[in-house]
């Protein structure tokens, strides 16, 4: 079992900044990829980044540029520094996990709301 606790959510104007936290507790040696997704209001939770116990990262195409998704392995925590900010980017941001053993499981936080005003 593996517990997320995101943090760093807020209200930010259009071209600020927010960084968000997701530290992990529990079975986190078995992690192999963490991540963050998004769900704005009536519509599907979206991948924004993600990355990978060795390093290696994925960004949607919409926040390339602008969002860097970084591992601090010996806190087991993920960040996700979100620079230039748009009023687009208004959502829940979930902390993901992957552990692979016998099968696939995925993990999920409880959720941080970053709102974005023009």
């Known amino acids: 079992q593996v517990q997320l606790v995101e943090s760093g959510g807020g209200l930010v104007q259009a071209g600020g900044s927010l960084r968000l936290s997701c530290a992990a507790s529990?079975?986190?040696?078995?992690?192999?990829?963490m991540g963050w997704y998004r769900q704005a209001p009536g519509k599907q939770r979206e991948l924004v980044a993600s990355?990978?116990?060795?390093?290696?990262?994925n960004y949607a195409d919409s926040v390339k540029g602008r969002f860097t998704v970084s591992r601090d392995n010996a806190k087991n925590t993920v960040y996700l520094q979100m620079n230039s900010l748009k009023p687009e980017d208004t959502a829940v941001y979930y902390c993901?996990?992957?552990?692979?053993?016998?099968?696939?499981?995925?993990?999920w936080g409880q959720g941080t709301q970053v709102t974005v005003t023009s």
């Open positions: 990355i990978t116990r060795g390093g290696t990262t």
């Open positions: 529990g079975s986190t040696l078995s992690i192999n990829a």
């Open positions: 993901n996990a992957l552990v692979l053993g016998s099968k696939l499981y995925t993990y």
